[in-house]
């Protein structure tokens, strides 16, 4: 299942808008591409923050990962069902569906990547 078709749409640049801004890396994001499995273990920079700040940053992060993820299932979606032309919008709705609970995949509510024809 991970060797499924490349994205076709570039994943845009994250972060503000703000032209001055500097991103400092912070390690602790580790991802295993093979399994699809992914963790976060912060620094004691991090740790060491003001909650203020803590919850400043990930706002952003979460911001940022929710856009990411949108973009993942909007894909997933698509190659899932691309096959399925015969099929009315709501049982390819279904079809996926059923694919994401069998992979244990939350669908965020009000998705409607399916309804539309791309």
């Given amino acids: 299942m991970k060797d499924l078709a490349p994205s ?4 845009r640049h994250t ?3 703000d032209a001055d801004e ?3 890396p912070l390690s602790g994001l580790y991802a295993d591409l093979e399994l699809g499995r992914g ?3 912060l620094t004691s920079d991090f740790l060491a923050c003001s909650s203020l700040v803590k919850l400043e940053l ?3 992060w979460q911001r940022s990962l ?3 993820r949108h973009e993942a299932m909007t894909q997933f979606a698509k190659e899932l069902t691309g096959g399925t032309e015969g099929l ?3 049982e390819r709705l279904a079809m996926f569906r ?4 069998t992979l244990h995949i939350e669908v965020p509510t009000g998705f409607d990547a399916l309804t539309t024809e791309s």
């Fill in 8 to 11: 076709v749409a570039p994943m």
């Fill in 66 to 68: 929710a856009r990411y």
């Fill in 15 to 17: 972060g503000t808008s």
């Fill in 22 to 24: 500097f991103q400092l």
């Fill in 58 to 60: 990930l706002r952003d």
């Fill in 39 to 41: 963790s976060i273990r």
């Fill in 88 to 90: 009315a919008a709501g």
């Fill in 98 to 101: 059923t694919a994401c609970e």
